[in-house]
């Protein structure tokens, strides 16, 4: 894999010690060791992710952890001697997570929290001191911050987490409204490379001998792009993610349409899908380019062969600046740069 691991993951982890705990994993978790827990006869760990890919990892390790977008009504409110949580990029999953470790420890649990810097840790720490009573400074570990909150009051205003756990509508444009939420990337807007994909559409489909019918979205979001592919007739369309935020409004997004045999599938880069698509359509989360995280993009373009009918065609959109072409050649023999706006380019993939 590349990378290291998260350091704050790796400091959290040093500090699990007896007792019933709960960690929260979300994408600060994709390359984290947790081969590195050593559970006792002392020792109950439960682990909850919004990716599946992180979830399946922690499983294939004997980890019992749970695949959702951070829900948590299954579990009995104080029943946790310690939660532990490297704080997520979006502020209103960060309140949720620690709104929710307040409602989940014991009287005197310990709430453990890391991140860095420029993850807004040092306010977080502060925040989640004053919520559970118990002012607390972070320890600074080279880049990583980590510290440790233990649970003085049982009743507190709660963090504002923008009613982290609905779905609400938004109106995106005068003819689109969605239903998205915080939690899935770019919730609350129309992503600029996926609606320049949109917009060369109707051009990419007249490429076709004959109209295709069905259509994989691989990396959907919210189902942006799968709700607007949906009207050029498409009889057969599949919209895939990592994220269960996403999944749960994708599904919402396409239960609409009519007409079309439509399904929702939690998937790490299309791997357990297993049916041939006449048209993929992907913007894939590439945008700290190929030499940050090259494993990412095999998997997306090993699965996008795999997945591709025989005289069907992927279309991607990237950042100008991502060698995709590149990248490519190992798996398909038409390779085409069909659009460029300065900021993204549009690729198309054959076999």
Known sequence: MNGAPDMSISLLLQRISQGNWLIVADENWCIANWSSINQSNKQTIVAFSNRIDIANAAQSLGIDCRFNDFDF????????????????????????????????????????????????????????????????????????????????????????????????????SDNLN???????????????????????????LKGYSKPPSSLLDLGCGYGYIAFCASQYGFKRL?????????????????????????????????????????????????HSGFAVNDQLAVKFLNNCKRLLAPKGQALFVVNTFIPLEQKAKPYFNRIEVLANNRSFKLVALGN
Request: net charge negative.
């Open 238 to 286: 599949v919209a895939t993610d990592n994220n269960a935020a996403a999944l749960s409004a994708a599904a919402k997004n396409l239960q609409a349409l009519s007409g079309i045999d439509c399904e929702v599938v939690a998937t790490d880069a299309g791997d357990q899908i297993d049916e041939p698509f006449d048209t993929i359509l992907c913007n894939p989360p590439f």
């Open 178 to 204: 969605v239903q998205s939420k915080p939690g899935i990337f770019g919730w609350d807007k129309i992503d600029r490379g996926s609606a320049f994909l949109v917009e060369y559409l109707p051009q990419f």
């Open 73 to 172: 009504s299954s579990l009995q409110p104080q029943s946790f001697d310690g939660v532990l949580y490297r704080v997520s990029k979006e502020r209103a999953t960060s309140h949720h997570i620690i709104n929710s470790a307040f409602a989940l420890l014991k009287p005197q649990g310990t709430l453990l929290l890391g991140g860095e810097k420029n993850d807004g840790i040092k306010t977080y720490v502060k925040q989640a001191g004053q919520l559970f009573g118990n002012p607390v400074n972070a320890e600074k570990n080279g880049k990583a911050y980590i510290a440790s909150i233990q649970l003085s009051q049982t009743q507190a205003e709660p963090l504002n987490d923008k009613q982290y756990a609905q779905l609400r509508s938004l109106q995106l």
